[in-house]
């Protein structure tokens, strides 16, 4: 082990500082690459034509189904929201989801309601919708007052989807996106209008006021994983593949650190630290 770092410090030379905030700083940068090398390979899959793993369906996918046809049997409409947020990770996921919702409204003719807090997020939402209509041939039963900009202020986002949803007593709510202290207004409102809620974000602060007081919530990635199955994108199921293939090496290396440490060895630790 002394003899390879030897040969590693004439080979990069001055290239190295031997800190330990340095050498946190190589291992992240040889992990990048690695991951880096994982995307590449499977985006070029994604690209071809060879068939791609399949993603487990999440149990929320089939509540989606299910609060779309309980709002269809009430004659009642849903509410989607989006969150405060503008087009971040989350949101475009959300839009992939709302497409979904989209299409299955169209198709039952139930009203959906879409509520935002960004005015950029209008025009998009409005296309997605509109073409959700069209591809069920359906265009003249889309409502354009149905996808609403309402503020870009946080309460009185929150006042306006608590205000439509008690007063067009919607069956259904839904709430994918990255999500503030609003959160917990929308589901205190939604279990007062009695609707069956669904909820999916990556913020950590809000996920346990959805898992509370939600009948389904998408905790975290699954956010992302329920786009990417419902929008059937090979290059998003590649994207999740290589995460997970990540977190793989990831847990696998922890792991051999903590079976090696029990038994004294400081091999891994020695590897680490070779120069």
């Not at 609060?67 to 405060?84: D, K, L, N």
């Not at 296309?127 to 309402?150: C, H, Q, S, W």
């Not at 913020?203 to 786009?227: H, K, R, V």
């Not at 903590?258 to 630790?269: D, E, G, K, M, V």
Request: hydrophobic residues 45%; proline residues 3%.
């Amino acid at each position: 082990m002394d003899a390879l770092r030897e040969s590693m410090n004439s080979i990069f030379g001055s290239w190295l500082v031997t800190d330990s905030t340095s050498r946190l700083g190589l291992i992240c940068f040889i992990y990048a690459i690695f991951y880096s090398i994982v995307n590449l390979y499977w985006f070029s899959k994604a690209r071809g034509s060879e068939a791609m793993p399949k993603i487990r369906r999440i149990a929320g996918l089939d509540a989606l189904d299910e609060a779309i046809g309980r709002s269809t049997e009430m004659g009642r409409p849903i509410m989607y929201t989006t969150g405060m947020e503008g087009l971040t990770p989350p949101t475009f996921a959300s839009l992939l989801i709302l497409s979904y919702a989209g299409r299955s409204v169209a198709r039952y003719d139930t009203r959906m309601i879409v509520a935002l807090s960004q005015v950029i997020l209008l025009p998009i939402c409005e296309t997605i919708v509109r073409n959700a209509y069209v591809e069920e041939g359906k265009p003249d039963a889309f409502r354009a007052e149905d996808v609403r900009f309402l503020t870009t202020d946080q309460l009185g986002y929150a006042t306006g989807v608590v205000g439509t949803l008690i007063r067009e007593k919607c069956a259904s709510s839904l709430m994918f996106g990255l999500f503030q202290g609003e959160a917990l207004i929308f589901c205190e409102a939604g279990f007062t209008a009695g609707a069956i809620q669904i909820a999916g974000t990556t913020s950590n602060s809000q996920l346990p006021f959805f898992i509370a007081t939600c009948d389904y919530t998408l905790i975290g990635e699954e956010l992302y994983a329920a786009s990417a199955y419902l929008g059937k994108d090979r290059i998003r199921i590649a994207t999740l593949i290589a995460q997970d293939f990540g977190k793989v090496v990831v847990i696998a290396v922890i792991g051999l650190g903590i079976l090696l440490n029990l038994f004294n060895s400081t091999i891994l630790t020695d590897l680490m630290t070779l120069y």
